[in-house]
């Protein structure tokens, strides 16, 4: 079936610094979501790309799909404590499937 | 956008017995999903509750110790049975928006079996 690989598993920064997580898949996906799990919450809906080499913005943070669109990225500029949590890619083919996730920790 | 219920949002079992976690959904919905999340891991999907069938279930996920009830369009059940040390987990009820764009999921379930 689908599977999405994520990397980093954890990722440890400074306030300020910027921070990326990449998810990647061996077949062609039709799209993908990213996610993010505040400790101690549930997953929220961030956002979807599903056009070949799509880049979306929400504030600080970047979206990028790849152009053979098995790749994926999250990449947040200058992060806050308040970035700290779980992000996770997952693509939709029948079902959702999740990445791993990423677990970011902000030192202030 | 959908808001959902899910409760309890915590509970201590003892091993063997079994919990059932409901979950409600403000608008009718077709398909409602469960997930597991172990600690410190991804989303796993237990099965999708389809209204007026049995549910689907995902490899390595059965019905006997997974029961799955959905009434109604708005409402299911997952139950945890016979309960041991490796069930504790978050279980999460989830749903999609119409266009499966995005899911929406309940605040959780935190179980812990002693």
């Known amino acids: 079936g689908q599977q999405v690989m994520q990397i980093p598993q954890y990722q440890h920064v400074q306030e300020g610094e910027d921070f990326t997580t990449y998810c990647n898949s061996s077949t062609t996906l039709s799209n993908i979501q990213w996610y993010k799990q505040r400790p101690g919450g549930h997953p929220v809906f961030l956002i979807q790309l599903v056009k070949s080499g799509e880049v979306k913005k929400q504030k600080r943070l970047t979206f990028q799909f790849g152009e053979a669109k098995k790749n994926s990225s999250l990449h947040i500029t200058a992060t806050q404590t308040t970035d700290v949590g779980t992000y996770f890619c997952a693509a939709y083919g029948n079902k959702l499937v999740f990445g791993a996730g990423t677990i970011l920790r902000v030192k202030s | 956008s959908a808001v959902i219920s899910q409760k309890p949002s915590r509970d201590i079992c003892q091993r063997g017995t079994s919990l059932t976690i409901q979950c409600q959904v403000d608008s009718q919905v077709t398909m409602m999903f469960w997930y597991r999340q172990q600690p410190g891991q991804s989303l796993t999907l237990i099965a999708t509750?389809?209204?007026?069938?049995?549910?689907?279930?995902e490899s390595g996920f059965v019905i006997d110790k997974f029961p799955i009830s959905r009434p109604n369009l708005t409402f299911s059940t997952l139950t945890v049975s016979n309960m041991s040390p490796e069930d504790s987990s978050i279980y999460l009820c989830?749903?999609?928006?119409?266009?499966?764009?995005?899911?929406?999921f309940g605040q959780g379930t935190r179980l812990t079996v002693v």
């Open positions: 989830s749903v999609q928006s119409r266009t499966n764009t995005e899911a929406f």
């Open positions: 509750a389809n209204q007026g069938s049995e549910a689907t279930y």
